[in-house]
């Protein structure tokens, strides 16, 4: 079975621009959480989606929104792009206790 | 707000060593406890995950331990080898979403 897959795996953006990065979950798994990690820093919480619901939402701007589609496929999307928004997203999905998380997407900001 | 501590932040030993990583925390309402690893720019691989309601798990040469009690846990890794040489990372899900330490970076020396 795949595991957690995201897309881009890297991309380079300038201030000012929007982006919009992608998760498929695990086959079966109908929880999506995204994830912001900075260089040196644990991961922090930004969203998590069940069943194409919002079911929380961690301490980031209104920037940040997201949206979980039938397949249970997600999307993150950053407007207003800032130099300090460059940090590695990563995406979970959870089907029961355990969460598995995909290889991340390295976003710089320039 | 739960806090999650990892202590130390990095440790290098020779190989063959045990290792002995560290993780407190502050809430003890927690729903459970997994242990990851993260290679350079990578996304996080699940190595252990320790229900509330249990207070060790083995795999292999890992063994982790919980303490709700004292909000403590301990990862241990039996004779090291370099190819342990990671950022290991705890993390306590309480409700819908996983709060991070910040890591224990492993150099384990040939």
């Known amino acids: 079975d795949a595991g957690v897959t995201q897309s881009p795996t890297h991309l380079i953006k300038t201030r000012g621009q929007q982006v919009t990065l992608r998760c498929s979950p695990i086959?079966?798994?109908?929880?999506v959480s995204w994830y912001q990690q900075v260089l040196g820093q644990g991961p922090q919480f930004i969203f998590q989606?069940?069943?194409?619901?919002?079911?929380g939402r961690g301490n980031f701007p209104d920037r940040f929104s997201a949206r979980q589609f039938p397949n249970y496929s997600s999307e993150l999307n950053v407007n207003a792009l800032l130099l300090g928004d460059s940090a590695l997203y990563l995406c979970?999905?959870?089907?029961?206790?355990?969460?598995?998380f995909g290889q991340g997407t390295r976003l710089t900001v320039v | 707000k739960q806090e999650v501590t990892q202590i130390p932040a990095a440790l290098s030993v020779p190989e063959g060593e045990n290792l002995v990583l560290n993780c407190s925390f502050t809430?003890?309402?927690?729903?459970?406890l997994q242990w990851f690893r993260q290679d350079p720019g990578k996304g996080l691989t699940s190595l252990l995950l320790?229900?509330?309601?249990?207070r060790e798990q083995t795999s292999g040469r890992l063994n982790a331990s919980l303490d709700k009690s004292s909000g403590r846990s301990t990862l241990y890794i039996a004779a090291s080898q370099p190819g342990d040489s990671a950022t290991y990372l705890c993390?306590?899900?309480?409700?819908?979403?996983?709060?991070f330490g910040a890591g224990t970076t492993v150099t384990v020396r040939a």
């Open positions: 979970a999905s959870t089907q029961g206790a355990e969460a598995f």
């Open positions: 086959s079966g798994h109908k929880s």
């Open positions: 989606y069940y069943e194409k619901e919002e079911r």
């Open positions: 809430d003890s309402a927690i729903y459970n």
């Open positions: 320790i229900q509330s309601s249990q």
């Open positions: 993390a306590l899900r309480v409700d819908y979403k996983l709060s």
